[in-house]
């Protein structure tokens, strides 16, 4: 079934093909695109295959990374939640600049974090990021993980933050 959940400002739910449009401009501001993978803008083309994608596995599985919309308004704000990456369920979180610095990253990943928990019995979460990306650095750790390890990809250092307890 459909995830949607409210929080205070949000809407947390899966995606839809209107999404596509939102999502692309998203992901084609090298603002946004600077602490991810190779730091590069991605063109519509990423944007398509990724909301199918992710329509498709919620539609199998349940869990993915939730598109996150914005309460009052109604606007696609970006993603929120989880997928495998290296064989580690990945935490993640991307959204528009419009809508940052408003505490809405905080509030999207402390809701999805219980939905994952909750909802879908995940285990074994973790988080990662860029250690320049203050802002991500700090919703990890008002998450409450804790530092695990630390990796090298396209040549900047990473850090890995989780649950340990939960392992
Ligand atoms: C990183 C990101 C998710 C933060 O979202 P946000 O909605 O602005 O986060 P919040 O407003 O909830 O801020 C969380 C905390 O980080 C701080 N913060 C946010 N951005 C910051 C920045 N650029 N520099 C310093 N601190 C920052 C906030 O002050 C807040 O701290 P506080 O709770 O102690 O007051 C958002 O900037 C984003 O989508 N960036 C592009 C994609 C990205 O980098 N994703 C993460 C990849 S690992």
């Known amino acids: 079934m459909a995830l949607r959940v409210e ?3 949000l809407l947390i739910r899966g995606w839809t093909e209107d999404d596509i449009d939102p999502y ?3 992901a084609s501001d090298p603002e946004v695109m600077r602490y991810i993978g190779n730091g590069e803008p991605r063109g519509r083309d990423y944007a398509e295959e990724f909301v199918r994608r992710m329509i498709r596995l919620h539609e199998e599985r349940g869990w993915i990374r939730f598109a996150v919309e914005h309460g009052e308004t109604g606007r696609f704000m ?3 939640g989880y997928e495998m990456q290296d064989e580690v369920l990945d935490f993640g ?9 408003g505490g809405y990253g905080s509030e999207a990943s402390l809701a999805v974090l219980g ?3 909750e909802t879908y019995g995940l285990t074994g979460i973790e988080s990662q990021s860029y250690p320049e990306n203050v802002g991500s650095i700090r919703i990890i750790e008002k998450l ?3 530092y695990l390890r630390e990796s090298v990809s396209f040549g900047r250092r990473i850090v890995h933050y989780g649950f340990p307890e939960e392992r």
């Open 7 to 9: 929080t205070e400002r």
């Open 24 to 26: 692309a401009n998203m």
């Open 78 to 80: 970006g993603f929120c």
């Open 93 to 101: 979180w991307r959204y528009a600049r419009d809508f940052w610095g």
């Open 115 to 117: 939905i994952g928990r």
């Open 144 to 146: 409450g993980m804790t």
